[in-house]
């Protein structure tokens, strides 16, 4: 009896470090996930995690609704923003804003639970949500990092700090495939004369550049003010995933700096890519031909709608720089939709932010060609 008990015993241990081990946490990590939201809302999640930091880009689907969440478009990608601790608990928030806020855990290596607060004192609506990769879509490594430079040896020196990740997929049953997405997304992300097919090489050459542009634009202001608060630059540079479904990739690229002046400037830069043949498509692929200046006046009116304009007033008399929205090449494609992202002094002020017009499918049903099964 005590033999058996105490295999048993031995057994229940195991089973418990199996466990142990199958929830520990990598430090950097890339998680497509799809699930439900209070029942009826579908969700399609992109999230990263880098060391206890994490950011998610979430699409939100409901039927016979174009607002989920309150005031959220239905079927249009946001940014959430937080933190997930060593045991996968986790918290982000609406990127810039309190609600809604997702917080919960990781359940298991590909499965996330918990709840979403759409504001303050509302009950909570539960999601669950898994790790999933259909055909079509792309599993991704993570890669990080941050460094400062200072710039003199003293203690109190000005200094400049970078904060970069990009992700690069997997090996796949097609190498060729996977080899030259690779390149792509590499190729998208550098910012520096640094070649090289490993993201680690990308993420040094772009680092070298920084220092390089820091120290040179900085030595003589530091002689002349060595106490002016502008001399502390900052790049951050993080690649997102917007979409990786159905044989199409859409990303980003959220570039911020600060190099003095009264503030930095955030830029996006977005591609969208045939998972197929791994070529990046342009609007040209997309567009039915002869329907760009349909395209034009969807735009034009969607945007009237979002910042609450009569359809006869003119965006110039409301602060924009143009009264017709031209489609642009910084565009972005989901399972139900495209959108196109205008950044800082593209159409507006800086003050206006970026402007992002999300339009579904059946707003530019006969506009843009179907690329996607759902579409």
Not at 118 to 134: A, D, T, V
Not at 159 to 171: C, D, I, K, N, Q
Request: net charge positive; charged share 20%.
């Amino acid at each position: 009896m005590k033999s058996n008990r105490n295999i048993l015993i031995s057994i229940f241990l195991c089973f418990i470090a199996g466990t142990q081990a199958q929830l520990t946490l990598p430090k950097k990590a890339y998680w497509h996930l799809n699930g439900i939201l209070n029942k009826n809302i579908n969700m399609d999640v992109n999230l990263v995690k880098l060391n206890d930091s994490v950011y998610a880009d979430c699409c939100f689907f409901s039927q016979g609704s174009p607002l989920v969440l309150g005031s959220l478009e239905c079927g249009k990608p946001y940014t959430f923003c937080g933190k997930m601790d060593a045991k996968g608990n986790f918290q982000v928030n609406l990127y810039g804003n309190e609600y809604p806020c997702l917080k919960g855990q990781l359940i298991s290596s590909g499965t996330f639970r918990g709840d979403c607060a759409e504001s303050n004192g509302n009950k909570p609506l539960h999601f669950e949500l898994l790790e999933i990769y259909k055909a079509g879509s792309v599993q991704f490594n993570v890669y990080f990092l941050r460094q400062t430079v200072n710039l003199v040896k003293k203690p109190k020196s000005p200094r400049g700090s970078v904060s970069m990740a990009l992700l690069s997929p997997m090996e796949s049953g097609n190498s060729v495939i996977s080899d030259t997405l690779r390149k792509t997304m590499l190729k998208e992300f550098n910012n520096s004369p640094y070649t090289g097919n490993h993201p680690d090489s990308v993420l040094a050459g772009n680092f070298r550049v920084y220092k390089q542009d820091y120290l040179t634009g900085n030595e003589d202001l530091y002689k002349q003010a060595p106490n002016a608060a502008s001399m502390n630059w900052e790049l951050l540079k993080f690649m997102h995933i917007i979409c990786n479904d159905n044989y199409i990739l859409s990303f980003y690229i959220l570039n911020y700096a600060f190099t003095g002046g009264a503030h930095g400037l955030e830029n996006l830069d977005l591609t969208n890519i045939n998972l197929k043949t791994s070529k990046v498509l342009k609007l040209e692929n997309l567009l039915v031909e002869g329907k760009k200046q349909d395209l034009s006046k969807l735009l034009t009116k969607k945007l009237k709608l979002m910042i609450k304009i009569k359809e006869d007033q003119r965006l110039s008399d409301n602060g924009y720089f143009t009264d017709e929205i031209q489609p642009c090449e910084n565009f972005y494609l989901t399972s139900r939709g495209i959108g196109f992202l205008y950044n800082h002094y593209d159409i507006a002020p800086y003050s206006f932010g970026t402007t992002d017009i999300y339009l579904t499918a059946d707003e530019v049903k006969g506009i843009i060609l179907p690329f996607m099964n759902g579409f």
